[in-house]
């Protein structure tokens, strides 16, 4: 039997402004992927694995994240936005409800506002990390 690993939210991507990374991603395979920006790793490196681990992923780490920490200021200048998952009850014209998973995407002041369990239930995915190049150029 072979053993499968879960890919989904493991990417890398760029455009002209911006850096998204999947959130799947551990800090050590940040370190070692060479298509990811050199500045992003530095910043990863020098900044957050003080107050991470390797083995944390890139979602755990921003799912527990202390809203007085340094890394939200981090986070803050480099204008990092987060892409979520959230169920959301919708009513239909006739009174009933629906649960649907929204797509949504919170300033880094936003997500660590809301507490461990109201994460836990509105069933909160973290999908990616989305920051500007050009604030990463000033760190």
């Keep these: 039997m072979e053993k499968t690993i879960y890919e989904d939210y493991k990417y890398i991507m760029q455009d002209t402004s911006n850096l998204y990374v999947g959130a799947k991603y551990t800090f050590g395979e940040i ?10 790793r530095l910043i990863v490196e020098k900044y957050i694995l003080p107050e991470a681990s390797v083995g944390d992923s890139l979602e755990t780490h ?8 340094f890394l939200v200021k981090l986070y803050d200048n480099l204008r990092a936005r987060i892409k979520v998952n959230i169920i959301e009850e919708k009513k239909s014209l006739f009174g009933s409800t629906k649960k ?3 797509t949504k995407t919170f300033k880094i002041h936003e997500l660590v506002k809301m507490s461990t369990d109201d994460k836990e239930k509105c069933g909160m995915v973290i999908q990616e990390l989305k920051v500007s190049k050009l604030a990463m150029l000033a760190i």
């Design 100 to 102: 649907k998973y929204v």
């Design 62 to 69: 921003l799912y527990y994240m202390e809203p007085d920490s």
């Design 31 to 40: 370190l070692e992927n060479d298509e990811l920006n050199f500045k992003f």
